[in-house]
């Protein structure tokens, strides 16, 4: 089995819960341990969302929780990833097609409704609902099923770079850049309460509708007091998406997006970008999409922390900057990004807060100079 880590194995915790269906078996009868599928117990949803990460609710009426925390009964609900905890987890049935263009009457659309067109030019967001909200109209809204977009991309004025290129790392001996994806998220005001004390400051690439909304208070509170302490504010795409997988006009949409917050919330745009997954990474084609944006970099990195896959281990972390930045015990001066997450599942304020400080103290006492993506390139 392909547990929903991405590690193969036969026991329960690689056949069970978010096993990957599409990458091997999945409770075939060949695992070492039986498990018997339970009924979800809890505090059933009231608003479509479900999960761990949305207060541990489980969906009604039988639906499923996918991976990403959303009740519905679509193959992207009920398939790979599908949470067995909070909700049903089944094979599901092709369609039949409803009739296309009839108008929903349940606010649900797409064509895992029956091929539902929302009334009332509203959008189809992504997940299948019916709304206004940039949630249902920004990117990854379902263009054949209602209306998209909140902004008119094209003709929303953007001046390109003069150059552009991708990095891994620092273009200075013994400059380290602290680097955080996937946020907003909860614990964002603790860390940056930990840099501030530490006097170290990051880069955070961040995404517009991933885990809390850039257009929430809550999330729009972070990415300003992110700038006002002086750090960098860099782009994660709109919804996280893999930008080597979507067309030009869609990688468009996804930095537009974003940027157009941005801009509302700090007065500017972003220089610098970080491709989710690393995907497309040397891609010439979203390079020049990218520099057309306005964005004269895309970062990746060259010291992975694996904390999303290691629940923030600290003592796999600092091998990884061990094996990379010295050579019989001492700093080899090597210029060093490292990618760390405020997201991931298992992640609590306290390991993200730990981590953080043994990475800071370690580079530190290596002689390092921390330094924002400005400096660092």
């Known amino acids: 089995c392909c547990s929903q880590y991405g590690y193969c194995g036969k026991t329960s915790e ?15 009868g060949k695992s070492t341990t039986t498990t018997t ?62 009739k296309p263009g009839e ?3 349940n606010g649900r659309c797409g064509p895992d ?31 054949d099923y209602g209306k998209c977009n909140v902004y008119d991309f094209k003709t929303y004025k953007t001046k390109p770079a003069t150059s552009f290129k991708y990095y891994e790392k620092c273009i ?23 840099l501030k004390k530490k006097g170290v400051k990051a880069t955070f690439f961040l995404n517009g509708h991933n885990m809390i909304p850039v257009y929430d208070k809550q999330g729009q509170d972070i990415v300003k007091r992110i700038y006002n302490d002086g750090h960098i504010v860099a782009s994660h795409t709109w919804s996280h998406a893999n930008i080597e997988e979507i067309s030009d006009e869609e990688l468009v949409e996804e930095m537009l997006a974003l940027d157009i917050y941005f801009e509302k ?5 972003p220089a610098f970008m970080r491709p989710p997954y690393g995907a497309g990474d040397g891609n010439k084609r979203v390079g020049e999409t990218l520099k057309k944006l306005g964005y004269s970099a895309a970062i990746t990195w060259n010291v992975d922390t694996l904390d999303w896959d290691k629940t923030g281990d600290i003592d796999y972390a600092l091998s990884v900057f061990k094996k990379k930045l010295t ?20 992640i ?18 290596l002689g390092y100079k921390p330094v924002t993506m400005d400096r660092c390139l």
Request: aromatic content about 8%.
């Open 348 to 365: 609590t304020k306290d390991i993200l807060l730990k981590l953080t400080e043994a990475e800071i103290d370690y580079m530190l006492e």
């Open 265 to 269: 919330l700090i007065g500017k745009r």
């Open 37 to 98: 599928p339970k009924t979800p117990t809890g505090k059933i949803s009231t608003n479509g969302r479900c999960g761990k990460d949305n207060g541990n609710t489980v969906c009604p009426d039988d639906l499923c929780c996918s991976q990403y925390g959303y009740c519905g009964e679509s193959s992207e609900h009920c398939g790979t990833g599908c949470q067995s905890e909070f909700g049903q987890c089944k094979t599901v049935a092709a369609k039949n097609p409803g």
């Open 113 to 143: 409704y029956g091929y539902t067109v929302c009334p009332n030019n509203q959008c189809c967001s992504k997940h299948g609902y019916c709304g206004t909200k940039d949630e249902h109209c920004a990117p990854g809204c379902i263009k």
């Open 14 to 28: 690689y056949c069970g819960t978010g096993c990957q269906s599409g990458f091997g078996k999945c409770d075939d």
């Open 103 to 105: 108008v929903s009457t």
């Open 172 to 194: 200075n001996e013994n400059e380290w850049a602290l680097t955080y994806d996937d946020g907003p998220y909860e614990f964002d005001m603790d860390l940056l309460d930990l």
């Open 327 to 346: 050579t019989n015990g001492k700093s080899n001066k090597k210029p060093a990004i490292s990618l760390n997450h405020t997201y991931y599942s298992g």
